[in-house]
C-alpha cells in the first residue's frame, strides 16, 4: 500500500474523534502524532483522553477547553500546531437541539450561565419560559455549556458541517 493510502486508511479509521485544538488536518495528524500522551496528560481541564487507535481526544463531558494552549506546546512532532496567534483552534460550534428543556416549558437557563462568551441568551416569552438563543459567531466551541445540559440537549458541530448554522434559536 502506498503511503498516502495508508494514511488515509489511518485517517478514516478514526475521524470520528474530535481531535484536541489546533490539530492539522486528519491525515496530517495521525501521521505526525506519535501517540506520547504529552497532550492529555498536562491538559489542566482533563478533557483530553486516548480514543480510537491510542489518538487524543477531546471529551467534552469532562469539561471545557479553555484555549491555554499546553497542548499544542507540548507537542513536539507538531500534530497540534498553530502558525499565528490568532489561527482559531477549531471549527466547532455548539448546538441546541429541541430536547432542551427550555422548548418544554420547564425554566433553565444553565447553558446561559455556563457560556464564558455569552453566546447563549435567553429570550423572555409572553405566557411561557426563555428560550435559548444561540450566536454563533459568539461561540467558540469551548463545551462549557454541554456538560451541565441536564437534558443533554447540547452537541458540538463543525460549522464546515453545517454551513447553515449561522444563527440558531431553540422553538418551541
Ligand atoms: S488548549 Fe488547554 S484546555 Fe484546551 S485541550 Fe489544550 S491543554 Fe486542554
Ligand atoms: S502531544 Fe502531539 S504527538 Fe503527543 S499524543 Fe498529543 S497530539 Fe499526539
Redesign the pocket.
Known amino acids: 500500500m502506498s503511503r498516502r493510502g495508508f494514511l488515509r486508511g489511518r485517517a478514516n479509521a478514526v475521524t470520528a474523534a474530535q481531535r484536541?485544538?489546533w490539530a492539522r488536518d486528519e491525515a496530517d495528524f495521525v501521521a505526525r502524532c506519535t501517540r506520547c500522551n504529552a497532550?492529555i496528560d498536562?491538559?489542566?481541564?482533563h478533557?483530553?483522553v486516548r480514543a480510537d487507535g491510542g489518538f487524543p481526544a477531546?471529551d467534552f463531558t469532562r469539561g471545557?477547553?479553555?484555549?491555554?494552549?499546553?497542548?499544542?506546546s507540548r507537542c513536539e512532532p507538531r500534530a497540534l500546531h498553530r502558525e499565528h496567534a490568532d489561527d482559531p483552534?477549531w471549527t466547532l460550534r455548539a448546538r441546541i437541539a429541541d430536547t432542551c428543556l427550555a422548548a418544554h416549558g420547564v425554566e433553565c437557563r444553565i447553558c446561559g450561565e455556563a457560556c464564558p462568551t455569552a453566546a447563549i441568551r435567553f429570550r423572555p416569552r409572553l405566557g411561557g419560559v426563555a428560550l435559548p438563543a444561540l450566536e454563533t459567531d459568539a461561540c467558540n466551541g469551548c463545551g462549557a455549556c454541554l456538560a451541565p445540559c441536564p437534558a443533554r440537549a447540547i452537541t458540538l458541530q463543525s460549522i464546515n458541517e453545517d454551513a447553515t448554522n449561522a444563527a440558531t434559536e431553540v422553538k418551541q
Not at 42 to 45: N, V, Y
Request: charged share 10%.
Open positions: 484536541p485544538p497532550c498536562h491538559c489542566p481541564t478533557i483530553l477531546v471545557e477547553c479553555t484555549f491555554c494552549g499546553e497542548c499544542v483552534p
